[in-house]
C-alpha cells in the first residue's frame, strides 16, 4: 500500500517524519526506488542520525522539537508521511502524560502549521492496536477496541487528522499496519520469535 502511496502521490516534496524507525528508514528506502529524482525528500527525525539513501534529492534534518520544522509554500506541492511517536505498547495503562499527551499535542501543532500552506497532503501511520484483542479478517468499519494508551492514542490521531482534512481541505489517508518485519528490524517480536523458532526447529512458546 505505502508503494502505491508513493506512487501515486505527485509531490515536489517528499517529507518523512520518523525516519530513524524501523518504518520510516525503510519508507525513505523505498521511497528512493519510487520518487523521481526531481523530488525532494526530506527525512526528520529528533534523533541526529541521518537515514542512508542514495537519492540524489535527499537531505536530513534533525530537530529536537517539530516545531522547528520550517515550512513553506516554497516547497511546492508537499506530501508527508507521519510515522514519528513517543507513545508505546509498554506503557502503563493508566500512563497518559507519558506519550499519550505528548504525541496529540505534536501532533496538533504540526496539522495546524500544514492547514497554512497552499497545497499540502499528509498519510499517517496508525496502527492495527486500534482493533484491540479482535481476530479474524478486519475492515475499516470494524469496531474500534484500544487496549492501552498506545492504542487509544492512535484512534484520537486519526480522528484529529480527518477532522483536520475536512476543515483545512487538504486531503489525508489513514493506512492502519499490522506487525511490521524485515531487514534490521528487532527481533524480540512475535514474528521474530517465530522465525527465530522455525530456524531452530523447535516449539518454544511465544513470550
Known amino acids: 500500500m505505502l508503494s502505491q502511496v508513493l506512487e501515486n502521490k505527485y509531490c515536489d516534496t517528499l517529507i518523512v517524519i520518523g525516519t530513524s524507525g524501523y518504518i520510516g528508514s525503510n519508507i525513505v528506502d523505498l521511497a528512493k526506488t519510487l520518487i523521481p529524482s526531481s523530488v525532494q525528500i526530506l527525512g526528520v527525525d529528533v534523533k541526529p542520525t ?56 505534536i501532533l496538533s501543532s504540526f496539522l495546524e502549521t500544514l492547514a497554512l500552506l497552499d497545497n499540502c497532503s499528509l498519510t499517517y501511520l496508525s496502527s492495527g492496536a486500534v482493533y484491540g484483542s479482535l481476530r479474524g479478517l478486519l475492515s475499516e468499519t470494524d469496531s474500534l477496541n484500544p487496549v492501552n494508551p498506545y492504542s487509544l492514542l492512535k484512534i484520537y490521531s486519526e480522528q484529529l487528522i480527518e477532522y483536520w482534512s475536512k476543515q483545512s481541505r487538504h486531503s489525508s489517508l489513514i493506512l492502519r499496519v499490522f506487525f511490521p518485519y524485515g531487514l534490521n528490524q528487532a527481533t524480540n517480536n512475535i514474528i521474530g520469535k517465530m522465525i527465530s523458532s522455525a530456524s531452530k526447529a523447535n516449539s518454544d512458546t511465544l513470550r
Not at 537531505?59 to 508505546?88: C, M, P, T, W, Y
Open 50 to 105: 541521518a537515514n542512508k539513501c542514495s537519492h540524489s534529492n535527499f537531505r536530513f534534518i534533525h530537530v529536537n522539537d517539530l516545531s522547528e520544522l520550517k515550512l513553506d509554500n516554497s516547497l511546492g506541492r508537499i506530501h508527508i508521511i507521519f510515522s514519528a511517536i513517543i507513545s508505546h505498547h509498554k506503557l502503563p495503562l493508566l500512563d497518559f502524560k507519558n506519550g499519550f499527551l505528548t504525541d496529540l499535542t
